[in-house]
């Protein structure tokens, strides 16, 4: 006969006893249970003692976690939480150096339990911590020059400590003194810094900048560019992926008016309003650095630098937003010059002298010019550029290639001034929608993901990346408007095609700004036809009566498939991420179906699982029954909260969560768009609604037409074996070759 279930049978260590096996009684209150196993060894005053877990983690069980305990667990037990906080917190201000060296250890460990973490804020730790870095005494000095090894393992413990007592968002990041600040900043801006100590401080002032306006300009006036430099140019991948994240929080968190001065190699952060970020960002000695030993090392690249090498191409392109949104004023003699040089360029013509000829004269002979450009605004073409997006950035994108690849330029605008009417590419309307695409492929102005990884290395190659990018495609739009002898009806069927070519392109990742180029060379519009037809064989649509009577009579029967699939992959499980303001301490939590389909089965996990994790390793339950409804997106109650996640447009269309009895949520972050589908679906599925995510519409659309395929063929007459035919024999020889092209 079974246990209970209320029964958990586990074995309790303590030091120099044997381990006692005893069955736990979930029912009983947790301090009932451990004055019982203290009673076992004659020990007094249970009050305090505890009980924790003796693995890796030694975390203690508390009532709101004992539900974790399995059976055939091995508990320790240890002094209360309490008892170890006070302890700990004597120990580190201990006149012994090896004393105090091994307490800092300890509470390094420690401090990752939010058990103990509570308790030891509550002893105002924290500000103890803060005190032994911010002092700086001779003693510590002294430590420094007698024992260096000490001393960094001395500090590297406090730091951990330090960033795991703060992970835990109890204590607000606004509450450190700018005599930290500089200590923490100090040690990312020395030359020669051990590694654990300089990779925990540039953690510390990443977390600063992200969760404080005020200590993001005290940050910010305390580091520069220039050091930071050094830590690119090392060999250990951790620092540099800190270091970026250092740069990218700054960035992220830079007020908007500050956006625009020029650098020099020290130039301190704050001094450098955004706008002029960009010569941080893109200037060719940092550039340079991240691509030769970031993106280019013979290190492969892990998921998070990827992340931040994402991070800082999106803020990098988001500096063109400001262009991107301005109009053009037709009144601003400046900016009408630059009209006047791109017809100087391709025409080459000198700005006529005020007598030069009538009025109505000149005022001709530039509208013909203007119209040879391929202006929609043949009379001003500063009108064009009202538009926005792409304002003038379009503008800057045409000045830049008329200067930078001129005879480029002038052919084109030549080529096509020559062309009737109707079959030339437009020059200037084409360069307008073509920057609107591609400030819609590179999403300028929205927000970086939390998660994404998907950088090009590409990017990083040139100093002026998103000109060249331009430089590129616009000569691709005038290949492929030849190519497909296209007329000024077409155009906007033009403009598909390109942005698939560069799209498919752009997907091959190509190291290189000339990579992509012959990446593009080999999509011509043949090309792209030959894939688009491969593409349609298997979507056509049937439209004929019989058919559309054959597919309703189909589509119950697949919905019916679609549904089980999703609800399978909800019993399989998924692990998702907790999202925090310091994105590589990720914590991770797994939630499953139950077979039956009548629990979700949920809890934490200490790291991200390989394969399935089993139910019995789940402590907690949500039957579907007590389940209400499913929210996503901005309806969420997590999505409310304060915070990045707030903002970021691809977290929202992540989110989702589940209302149960009166007002609790089970809130989830998906870790992609695919997984986000399967557990709306599966849930929707469960509540008897509609399953109408994108994924379903997908799934329906190709499981139909297969489907339909089959019964259509024609099989009359066809006697169809119940058994697979054998495998025939191997022929004699292997000397033949099947050309399946």
Known sequence: MPPPADIVKVAIEWPGAFPKLMEIDQKKPLSSIIKEVCEGWSLGNHEIFALQHADVTNF???????????????????????????????????????????????????????????????????????????????RYQKLQKIMKPCFGDMLSFTLTAFVELMDHGIVSWDTFSLAFIKKIASYVNKSAMDVAVLQRSLAILESMVLNSHDLYQKVAQEITIGQLIPHLQGVDQDIQTYTIAVINALFLKAPEEKRQLDLEDNVNILDCPLTEMANILAQKELRGIILSNVIRSNRSINSEMAHQLYVLQVLTFNLLEDRMRTKMDPQDQAQRDIIFELRRIAFDVECEPNNSGSIEKRKSMYTRDYKKLGFINHVNPAVDFTQIPPGMLALDNMLYFAKHQQDAYIRIVLENSSREDKHECPFGRSSIELTKMLCEILKVGELPSETCPDFHPMFFTHDRSFEEFFCICIQLLNKTWKEMRATSEDFNKVMQVVKDQIMRALNTKPNSLDQFKSKLQNLSYTEILKIRQSERMNQEDFQSRPILELREKILPEIMELIKQQRLNRLCEGTCFRKISSRRRQDKFWYCRLSPNHKVLHYGDLEENPQGEVPHDSLQEKLPVADIKAVMTGKDCPHTKEKGALKQNKEVLELAFSVLYESDEYLNFIAPDKHEYCVWTDGLNALLGKEMASELTKSDLDTLLSMEMKLRLLDLENIQIPEVPPPIPKEPSNYDFVYNCK
């Open 60 to 138: 203690y069980i508390t009532e709101k976690n004992r539900n974790e305990i399995k059976n055939g667990a091995i508990l320790r037990l240890t002094a209360s939480p309490a008892q170890t906080a006070q302890q700990l917190h004597e120990r580190i201000q201990s006149s012994s150096m090896d004393a105090k060296l091994e307490a800092l250890k300890d509470l390094a460990n420690s401090s990752r339990d939010i058990t103990f973490a509570q308790e030891f804020i509550n002893l105002d730790g924290i500000s103890l911590l803060t005190q032994m870095v911010e002092s700086g005494t001779e």
